[in-house]
């Protein structure tokens, strides 16, 4: 069976619902504008669905001009892409242990965003001058024992307010695979939004990206540099912003590792944009 790119996602505003694609235009830095808005709360401190569920409501969509935000029982409301006259003032934010910088969007989305939450936030912008880099611990050793694979893969990678790296791959498989377990318990089946990865990948074995050192698509490597630990966010179902055990519980039983209940991998991308579509062939690295 051929493997190829089954399914494209980027997720403008940090934690709330994502967009699907049957192309994009995919960076070093991600998935266009993927994570370049971020939910702070009145402390500055940034906000997930782990302790807000209802972001999960919360649904963007981009034009050319605009990032449009839509909610129930809201009117929608739009934040201009572009802001004309001097640069915006940097607002200190930080990411778990990484600390960037971000551009407040104003009071009407501030208020907006509060009334759908039920706290006070606001929303930042990833800042022109912000300078975020995936982890080198994980970046550095995969470059060294991969060289012959990836000759010239740099060893710093830009991004924006995602939790740790710019993408994060799951074969369509290891989906499949947590839904047959899922089944046998008797438990419905959960949709792949309840992990938002970057890149699903079609044609694989179940979780047989845990044993990838990457992929190449479309002349690019896409370095797999640590295997995703799983929060309760998969928990929740995406369309209601309602919690349960599930798939939680039966994750835990066949996916603990030392390092957590693991799922997906976490990567970084070599090279010059490029334009990736669902269907584009895959090229597996086994990690040998």
């Keep these: 069976m051929p493997v190829t790119v089954h399914s494209l996602y980027s997720y403008p505003v940090k934690s709330c619902a994502g967009i699907a694609h049957t192309q994009a235009l995919v960076s070093p830095a991600g998935l266009p504008y993927d994570r370049n808005w971020v939910i702070v709360d009145a402390r500055g401190i940034f906000m997930t669905q782990r302790s807000c569920a209802p972001m999960a409501l ?6 050319e001009e605009f990032l449009h935000l839509s909610a129930p029982g809201l009117p929608g409301i739009r934040v201009p892409l572009r ?3 001097a640069a915006r003032e940097a607002v200190a934010v930080r990411i778990w242990n990484s600390d960037t910088l971000g551009a407040d969007e104003g009071d009407a989305v501030a208020q907006w965003l509060s009334r759908h939450l039920g706290q006070a936030c606001r929303l930042l ?11 080198p611990e994980y970046v550095g050793p995969w470059i060294d024992k991969h060289r012959d694979w990836a000759p010239d893969f ?8 995602a939790d740790g790296y710019p993408f994060l791959f799951i074969g369509q498989a290891s989906l499949d695979e947590l839904n047959r377990r899922l089944a046998e318990r008797g438990v419905a089946a959960v949709p792949m939004n309840r992990f938002r990865p970057s890149i699903v990948i079609a044609g694989l074995e179940p979780n047989e990206e845990d044993y990838l050192a ?6 690019h490597h896409f370095a797999f540099v640590k295997r995703c630990a799983r929060c309760p966010i998969p928990n929740i179902d995406q369309n209601t912003a309602v919690s349960a055990d599930e798939p939680g519980l039966t994750l835990l039983r066949y996916r603990s590792f030392d390092d957590g209940v693991l799922f997906g991998v976490n990567a970084v991308m070599d090279g010059a944009p490029a334009t990736i579509r669902v269907d584009d062939a895959v090229e597996p690295e086994f990690d040998l």
Aim: charged content about 15%.
């Design 83 to 85: 802001h004309g006259g």
């Design 125 to 135: 912008r990833v800042h022109s001058q912000a300078r975020r880099a995936a982890n």
């Design 154 to 161: 740099p060893a710093e990678h830009q991004f924006a307010f």
């Design 214 to 219: 990457g992929v190449g698509i479309g002349g």
């Design 58 to 63: 919360i649904q963007p969509a981009l034009d």
